[in-house]
């Protein structure tokens, strides 16, 4: 079935520092990939997507690209900051299983 | 655009109680999703509703239901609450044909 794995944290940075979360997906079909955060006692917001091999979401400085030969969708961000402290969720979601698959997420830290 | 809301924000019950949950999605979305996070499991798909009509489900026993109106509004409830069932509830919705999820703040329950 659909699954996505993804880097097991937690992870803690200094800020300014260079930031990649791995995430691995199976899914039969063509998935759309997602990357969400949850901040604490929040719900998850929307980071970023991609919906085709090659496509690269981007927003808030965060990237990912959608890597089907690799079925992977790594998160990364050039420059992390302190208000980058939160838990990253990578999902994926085939429109005819009216379903997400998420990841365990993985807490980020960033250190002044 | 106002975003999902879900109320209330944090329940405490007690062991064979039931409870209900509700969710108001994004104006004009008419698909909802409901999921528990716990920190053991992670984010798990319980069930979504489109148009007053369950379309999937989760693997969550029949202690868990939900309904959703004609306005798109949704509750979930569960009954003989069990100390497992201590989690965080999201709420999600999203346009029928499109496939980014939007969620809600969640409600915190605690079963004691």
């Known amino acids: 079935g659909d699954s996505v794995t993804q880097m097991e944290g937690p992870v803690t940075l200094s800020e300014e520092a260079f930031l990649t979360i791995n995430c691995t997906y199976t899914?039969?079909?063509?998935?759309?990939l997602f990357w969400y955060v949850q901040y604490p006692g929040e719900g998850l917001q929307l980071l970023l997507k991609?919906?085709?091999?090659?496509d690269k979401g981007s927003n808030k400085g965060f990237e990912a690209t959608y890597r089907k030969e690799t079925t992977s969708f790594h998160l990364e961000k050039g420059s992390v900051q302190v208000s980058d402290s939160a838990v990253y969720f990578c999902?994926?979601?085939?429109?005819?299983?009216?379903?997400?698959?998420f990841g365990t997420g993985t807490s980020l830290t960033v250190i002044p | 655009k106002a975003g999902v809301t879900q109320t209330p924000r944090y329940l405490i019950k007690t062991r064979g109680q039931q409870v209900t949950l509700s969710c108001s999605p994004i104006?004009?979305?008419?698909?909802v999703s409901w999921y528990q996070q716990t920190p053991g499991q992670g984010l798990q798909f319980l069930f979504e509703?489109?148009?007053?009509?369950?379309?999937n489900k989760g693997n969550f026993p029949g202690r868990f239901s939900g309904r959703q109106f004609s306005n798109s509004r949704s509750e979930m409830n569960v009954s003989t609450l069990e100390l497992g069932d201590s989690a965080l509830y999201l709420c999600?919705?999203?346009?029928?044909?499109?496939?980014?999820?939007?969620f809600g703040p969640g409600t915190r329950l605690l079963v004691l």
């Open positions: 999600a919705s999203r346009l029928f044909f499109q496939e980014t999820q939007y």
């Open positions: 899914a039969t079909g063509y998935p759309s």
């Open positions: 991609a919906t085709k091999a090659d």
């Open positions: 999902a994926l979601t085939t429109l005819t299983g009216n379903q997400f698959y």
């Open positions: 104006s004009g979305h008419r698909s």
């Open positions: 509703y489109f148009s007053e009509t369950q379309r």
